[in-house]
Structures are given as structure tokens and as C-alpha cells.
């Protein structure tokens, strides 16, 4: 339950922050209701899913090998610094513009509009990729395909659960979903992100001196 937990906390902050996704998704909320704001995370949700799967697959790969470990805790720290970071900026730089056209697609444009957008994203598996070398360098020598699976779930329900607590945020009238209360929630996000870099960085730096 610890390694599920991780993922899904994981997963939950960096789809909190503050992006494109989830302004389209605000947008489409406030003017088209709950269903096409909910089909807009699905579609991210769903890319997410796929290139966190792509990922740990990857990192499964090394993360055995003698001397790697330290190098993905570096990885996985720097990553989750630069996404808490550009999201804490972006936060506090800019305040978020809630007005604006929503998307007028159908509702299966929304999901997969959403999906092209996330998939087109090269940051997405780069991100993923370097957190999850992160995650295994803690585990076992042995990555078992119980343990990807895990990984890979909690990340995908964690990004589930913020889409639809927003979706349904909107469509109770839009009041719980403002500007102050989205800065709020990205701030903390991000800071959880930064959280976590941290912890990667001095497993890092502990292999390195240990």
C-alpha cells in the first residue's frame, strides 16, 4: 500500500499544477458542465497512463544494474524539481485566466483532443521516466511486474481523482473553483513535488558518500 500510496500522491500533484490541460479543462467546465470537463482529464488521464507505463517499463530495465541507482535519484530529483518549480512560478507569476473560449468539440473531441495534446507533449515521458528510475532505485534489486503495475496504477488514479474532484468542482456553479483557490492548489502541489526532489536528492547524494 506504501508504493501505491507514493504513486497516487505523485500522480495527484503533478496533475494539480497548474498547465494547459487543466485550464482547457476549467474552461470547458464553466461554459459546457461536468461530462465534457471530466472527458478532457480523461484524455489526459489516459496518455499519462500510457507513458507512465512506457516508463516504468524503462526504468525496470536499468535499475538492477551496478551504479545506477545514484544516477536515477539525480534523475528523478532534477525532474521533480524543474516540474515543482516552473509550477510554483507560474503560479505566483501569473494569475489564472479563467476566461476565454472553451473547446466546442463533440464530447469524443474533448477526450481526444486532450490525449493528442498530452501525447504530444515529449516532456511527458521524459518527466515520467525520470521519476519512476527515481522510485525503483529506492525498491528492490528485483522489479517485479506486481510492483510496475502499482506504480503505474496509483499514478493513473491519482491524475483520475484530481480531473474529477475539478470537473465536479465546476459543475457545482464554478464558486469553489477560483483564482485564488487554483493558486492554492497548484502552490501546494508543487511544493510536494519540490518535497519529494528533495528526499530523491539526499538518497542521491547518500549513495554518493555512502
Do not use: H, K
Not at 31 to 59: I, S
Not at 85 to 98: I, K, T
Not at 181 to 199: C, D, E, K, N, P
Amino acid at each position: 500500500m506504501r508504493i501505491l500510496g507514493t504513486a497516487y500522491v505523485l500522480g495527484l500533484s503533478v496533475a494539480a499544477v497548474l498547465g494547459t490541460i487543466n485550464i482547457l479543462a476549467i474552461r470547458t467546465g464553466l461554459e459546457r458542465g461536468f461530462r465534457l470537463a471530466f472527458l478532457v482529464g480523461l484524455g489526459a488521464t489516459v496518455a499519462d497512463g500510457l507513458y507512465t507505463l512506457l516508463a516504468a517499463l524503462g526504468a525496470s530495465a536499468v535499475v538492477g544494474r551496478a551504479g545506477v541507482r545514484t544516477l536515477l535519484w539525480s534523475l528523478g530529483a532534477g525532474m521533480l524539481a524543474y516540474l515543482g518549480g516552473a509550477g510554483l512560478l507560474r503560479s505566483l507569476r501569473r494569475p489564472v485566466l479563467l476566461e476565454g473560449r472553451a473547446t466546442g468539440a463533440t464530447a469524443w473531441g474533448c477526450f481526444l483532443g486532450a490525449l493528442g495534446a498530452t501525447l504530444g507533449n515529449p516532456m511527458t515521458v521524459v518527466s515520467w521516466a525520470a521519476v519512476f528510475g527515481g522510485l525503483y532505485a529506492g525498491m528492490l534489486e528485483q522489479v517485479t511486474t506486481g510492483l510496475t503495475l502499482r506504480l503505474v496504477t496509483g499514478v493513473t488514479l491519482g491524475t483520475l481523482t484530481w480531473f474529477t474532484a475539478l470537473a465536479a468542482a465546476l459543475q457545482a456553479g464554478g464558486r469553489f473553483v477560483t483564482p485564488a483557490a487554483l493558486r492554492t492548489v497548484s502552490v501546494t502541489s508543487s511544493g510536494i513535488l519540490l518535497g519529494f526532489a528533495a528526499y530523491f536528492g539526499w538518497q542521491a547524494v547518500r549513495g554518493l558518500t555512502g
